[in-house]
């Protein structure tokens, strides 16, 4: 068994926001199902809805406002709920977004909302999966064409809104939905015939408001925000330390019964989209399977294993794992443990999610708990992505990408994000470059970049074994040289620019959404 780390975790800034209007609309959350079976315990975990492509199209109506404990939320079909889209690679997603938030009072903040669609090698230009130019006024509606590419590797992207300065807190309060593409039956056979459960892991403020003028926030240091630290232990110590700010949230609920029967093996897909937070899954020390990350087949990489034998998942923000778990005889634990993120990252306690138990015990389950459940099946064709399915040649370029931070805010080759500016970087479709992420600060930073994925090849130095794709990863803090001195960490990528899909320009940010609203993110541009 390995631990497979992908990721560890940065600080929280708290974004300063203030409504000048009032709520949306007032439409109760969608409540999870419950079971009967007069034993004590959480409540079975709460199946989100789903929209299906039919004839090659999945048409989505999504509405942002405020839920009614003035929270940014997204609403479908009159529920405070966003579905999840089920497509095949080839369909299309269709998708009318309509931005009924309010103004915002704080100055430089952007009050305007769109969409990303994580993880999908789609075109960046309007009207497809663009975040920069796209943008739907309070008020105004905005709508989508994203293609899916037939080359598309089946697995589990997102959609979240991805206006710069209002990321965090719109994300942070739930504002995100699953995109499964189709298909990982032909891709990873041991899937076949299971069931799946969709998991959407949150880390929900505690408060629904935020006080205005403390944008000082984003110009204090990282010691600055965490307080002394003690060199003596990691963290400051303080990664275990309870949260008190954001409660960690499953599909909605606090806490859910995940149904298995005994032996059973089943799909779990789960999506990290808290803003900040990272997830270290573990199910009572059971050995997991982890076949697909962030939305692509561990095997798709040439000379990547079929699967991965884990003892624990460490997801960070934005970052998907689908892995294969087995039902006990007992009932099993599902908990993200303690994780240490750097002497200045976030606390990240231990938490248990859930528990998985054997659901033919449960007197009167609920339809929604049980036939809303998928079952992975193989389709009858699906194409392998050429350029998925290929090793990388030699990169055309070599570059250095530089992430740092000081008492005024975060950067990228050391600038801060604007959107008026020029792409700091034009790369040429169909070649591939290999980038030197270089980590000047003592917190992790979530590196991802949009419309591709990359293969880390080495970390500090140290070869990665069992390379494949992924489209966030995280950036050790600086660490000490042998003289003392703190010296940054290097994390080496090969980022595929092969596809002609995704010609245009689009962003590359730290997905800890807090610092990407306070600068750290910036364009490229691929000709």
Sequence with gaps: MRHVALSATAAILTLALASCGGGGGSSAPVAPATASSGVAGPAPLNTLPEVDSVNGVAT????????ANSRPAFYWQGQEVAPTIRVHPGDTIQLSFQNSLPEYCDVGVVSNANLHFHGLSSSPNAPGDDVIDTNAAPGAAVNYTVAINPDQPPGMYWYHPHAHGLASWEVGNGMAGVIIVEGIGNAVPQTVGLRERVIVLGDVPNSSTFEAGETSVLRRTSAARRGTQDSDEPNGGNACAPETDATPMINGSTMAAIGIKPGETELLRVLNASGHRHFDLSVDGQQLQLVAQDGVPINTYPGAPATLAVSDVVIPPAGRAEFLVTGGMAPEALISKCYQSGPAGDTNP????????????????????????KRVAKLASLRYSQYYHSAMPAPAQERLIHFSEDANGFYINGAAYDPNAAPQIVAQSGTTEEWTLENDTQEVHSFHIHQVHFIVESINGVTQPNQHWLDT???????VGVTGQLIPSQTKVLIDFRDPTIRGTFLFHCHILDHEDGGMMAKITVL
């Design 60 to 67: 989505v109506n999504l509405i942002a406002k405020f839920d």
């Design 350 to 373: 231990e938490v248990a999610l859930g528990v998985l138990e054997n659901d033919s015990t449960w007197a009167n389950q609920s339809t929604a708990t049980t036939t809303a459940v």
């Design 473 to 479: 990863f995280d950036l050790p803090p600086e660490g």
